[in-house]
């Protein structure tokens, strides 16, 4: 069973800028579309970013020059760069891994999940 272990996630002041990580263990890394996707309270999950097995990136447009993915497949670990953190980005982080989602963004097309990091973003 794939197991996605997500960290880095804290409280920052608006403006400052965190890095989480998500560990991918039982899989085939390189062969995987990783994402990463957010959910706030009484919100909907939405997709934040994904990189692809060739490293291309999607972003949501509410990151898009905030935010950036990155993957290491010798360590089976995909990055989240998030600068420029504002108090809307305040949300659990999910890792998400599909080796073949229909849309990189819709929470529906990944089979595999983490248990999610809390980044909370004050004013």
């Known amino acids: 069973q794939v197991q996605l272990v997500e960290s880095g996630g804290a409280s920052v002041q608006a403006g400052g800028s965190l890095s989480l990580s998500c560990a991918a263990s039982?899989?085939?890394?390189?062969?995987?579309?990783m994402a990463w996707f957010r959910q706030a309270p009484g919100k909907e999950r939405e997709g934040v970013a994904a990189?692809?097995?060739?490293?291309?990136?999607n972003y949501a447009e509410s990151v898009k020059g905030r935010f950036t993915i990155s993957r290491d497949n010798a360590k089976s670990t995909v990055y989240l760069q998030m600068n420029s953190l504002q108090p809307e980005d305040t949300a659990m982080y999910y890792c998400?891994?599909?080796?073949?989602?229909?849309?990189?963004?819709?929470?529906?097309?990944?089979?595999?999940w983490g248990q999610g990091t809390q980044v909370t973003v004050s004013s």
């Open positions: 998400a891994a599909d080796d073949n989602p229909v849309r990189w963004n819709r929470a529906v097309d990944f089979r595999n």
């Open positions: 039982r899989l085939t890394f390189a062969r995987y579309l």
């Open positions: 990189i692809d097995s060739n490293g291309s990136p």
